[in-house]
């Protein structure tokens, strides 16, 4: 960077002065952060056209994922310039090999919504995922997303991890109902997060689904309702109740395909 760039995009200058000072790289700033993105990313690709080279960092882990720096790199490319990519370290990748949960397939969502209803609409879909899934939250979220969590997903294995690669890293393993008294225990919590949750299983649990559908529906739920809540209990993808219902003489919501 110090041989080569002529100037450096960052989230905040102020942070990014520091990993400057700290390698004695003496370069010109921008700011470059959600609510400037678009106009930055004009200057660079006018830097670029006029032979200049931008780097673009961020405060931490990697440029683009869950951070700035999108509008400028396509611009970059439509524009016919080099695009180089130079990885830092990432929460999401850093907490999947940690976790012990399958790295074979995996998805990463991002930051969770912030409100209630959106983020159980998301965790809804990611009902039947049968990929790993990775998100990020704040701090200021977590115990209401870890709610919305175990209700929508029941008793998936979840694994957060904070503060991921700095000095306070921490590791917290168990459903989300667990985890969740874990951290209300706490006087506050602190530090970026990253969620790891456990993909759909293909385990058969004990009971019949058709006879737990029924309960719910005695209980006043509609149909499909009845099947969501039943898939939850048993902790199977909602297709797979549903089938198991809908088939004749099926007993068990069987296993499900990869």
Excluded: W
């Excluded at 995996?106 to 609409?121: E, S, Y």
Aim: hydrophobic share 40%; with cysteine.
């Amino acid at each position: 960077m110090r041989e080569e760039v002529s100037a450096i995009a960052c989230e905040d200058t102020r942070q990014t002065q520091k990993l400057l000072e700290h390698f004695q790289i003496r370069k010109p700033m921008l700011s470059y952060h959600e609510h400037n993105e678009a106009a930055r990313a004009i200057e660079i690709v006018e830097r670029l056209a006029n032979g200049e080279s931008v780097a673009i960092v961020t405060d931490a882990g990697t440029p683009l994922i869950s951070d700035p720096g999108y509008r400028a790199v396509t611009a970059a490319i439509e524009a016919g310039f080099q695009v180089v990519p130079l990885p830092g370290a990432s929460a999401a990748l850093t907490a999947l090999a940690a976790s012990g949960l399958a790295v074979d397939e995996f998805r990463f969502i991002g930051f969770l919504p912030p409100k209630t209803h959106a983020r159980k609409q998301v965790f809804e879909r990611l009902s039947e995922e049968t990929a790993t899934v990775i998100a990020y939250e704040s701090p200021h979220r977590i115990l209401e997303s870890l709610t919305d969590l175990q209700e929508m997903l029941g008793d998936r294995h979840v694994v957060l991890g904070r503060e991921l690669t700095k000095l306070h890293e921490e590791f917290l393993r168990g459903t989300a109902v667990e985890i969740r008294a874990k951290l209300a225990a706490r006087d506050s919590v602190k530090g970026e997060i990253t969620l790891v949750i456990s993909r759909a299983t293909e385990r058969t649990l004990e009971g019949d689904p058709k006879e737990i559908v029924s309960q719910f529906e005695q209980q006043g739920m509609d149909r499909m309702d009845a099947i969501k809540a039943a898939a939850k209990r048993m902790g199977l993808p909602k297709r797979a109740v549903y089938q198991a219902v809908a088939e004749p003489g099926s007993n068990s919501p069987g296993k499900r395909r990869g």
